[in-house]
Nanobody, 126 residues
Framework: QVQLAESGGGLVQAGDSLRLSCVASGRTLNVFNMAWFRQVPGEERDFVACIKGNGGSTSYVDSVKGRFTISRDYAKNTVYLQMNNLKPEDTAVYYC???????????????????WGQGTQVTVSS
C-alpha cells in the first residue's frame, strides 16, 4: 500500500513563492512517474506537472511553464513542486499522485494515476 502526504501549502500574495512536498511511504516510487494536479471547488482536477521515474524528465501545463518546477529526491522518496511568481489563478488544492504504470509517458489524465495524497491548499491573494 502506498501513502502520499503533501505539505507546504499556505496563503501568499501574488508574486510570492511556495514549495510543495509530497512524501511517499509504503514502497519506493523511484520507477514510477509522479505528478501534481490541482483542483478548484466545483471544477475538475487538472494536471499541473509530471516527472518521470526513469531519468526524471518533466512535463508542464502551459499556464505554469517558466514559473513552476517539479523535482524529486530519490533517496527521500519525495517529490517537490517549486512555485514561483504565484498568481491568484493558481489558487487551488494541490494533489500529488503516483502513476498507475511504470512506462515512459507523462500522462495528463486522472485515471493514469492510482494513488493520491490528501491535498494541500494554496491560496494566492492579489
Amino acid at each position: 500500500q502506498v501513502q502520499l502526504a503533501e505539505s507546504g501549502g499556505g496563503l501568499v500574495q501574488a508574486g510570492d513563492s511556495l514549495r510543495l512536498s509530497c512524501v511517499a511511504s509504503g514502497r519506493t516510487l523511484n520507477v514510477f512517474n509522479m505528478a501534481w494536479f490541482r483542483q478548484v471547488p466545483g471544477e475538475e482536477r487538472d494536471f499541473v506537472a509530471c516527472i518521470k521515474g526513469n531519468g526524471g524528465s518533466t512535463s508542464y501545463v502551459d499556464s505554469v511553464k517558466g514559473r513552476f518546477t517539479i523535482s524529486r529526491d530519490y533517496a527521500k522518496n519525495t517529490v517537490y513542486l517549486q512555485m514561483n511568481n504565484l498568481k491568484p489563478e493558481d489558487t487551488a488544492v494541490y494533489y500529488c499522485a503516483k502513476s498507475r504504470l511504470y512506462d515512459n509517458t507523462c500522462y495528463r489524465a486522472i485515471d493514469a494515476y492510482d494513488y493520491w495524497g490528501q491535498g494541500t491548499q494554496v491560496t494566492v491573494s492579489s
